[in-house]
């Protein structure tokens, strides 16, 4: 056998991560966020410094709504610090959409 043979046997196929764009996490909202997050909400890259603070809270304020979508960090299956928007919360002085 010659290395080309060996060379052409098939490579394990890699899952594609499932991408999506944030949505503001008010069910009366939905709008869309300028970050990008999986299934569980983990930010895909992890833009957590970004977020404004209000003492020790973290969150993604909501152009329509004024929301807040809350960060919070997050430890993976392998045991890698991450982040991901868990809940959202009125703005101050907003009751919501």
């Given at each position: 056998?010659?290395?080309?043979?060996?060379?052409?046997?098939?490579?394990?196929?890699?899952?594609a991560?499932?991408?999506?764009?944030?949505?503001?996490?008010?069910?009366?909202?939905?709008?869309?966020?300028?970050?990008?997050?999986?299934?569980?909400?983990?930010?895909?890259?992890?833009?957590?410094?970004?977020?404004?603070?209000?003492?020790?809270?973290?969150?993604?304020?909501?152009?329509?709504?004024?929301?807040?979508?809350?960060?919070?960090?997050?430890?993976?299956?392998?045991?890698?610090?991450?982040?991901?928007?868990?809940?959202?919360?009125?703005g101050?002085?907003?009751?919501?959409?």
């Amino acid at each position: 056998m010659t290395s080309a043979t060996m060379d052409a046997s098939p490579k394990p196929a890699r899952k594609a991560p499932d991408i999506q764009v944030l949505h503001c996490l008010n069910p009366e909202c939905r709008a869309l966020l300028a970050y990008e997050v999986d299934s569980d909400n983990v930010l895909y890259v992890d833009l957590e410094w970004t977020a404004n603070s209000d003492g020790a809270l973290r969150y993604f304020p909501c152009p329509k709504c004024h929301g807040r979508n809350i960060v919070e960090a997050w430890q993976s299956e392998h045991g890698k610090l991450k982040h991901r928007v868990t809940r959202w919360q009125p703005g101050e002085g907003h009751g919501g959409a």
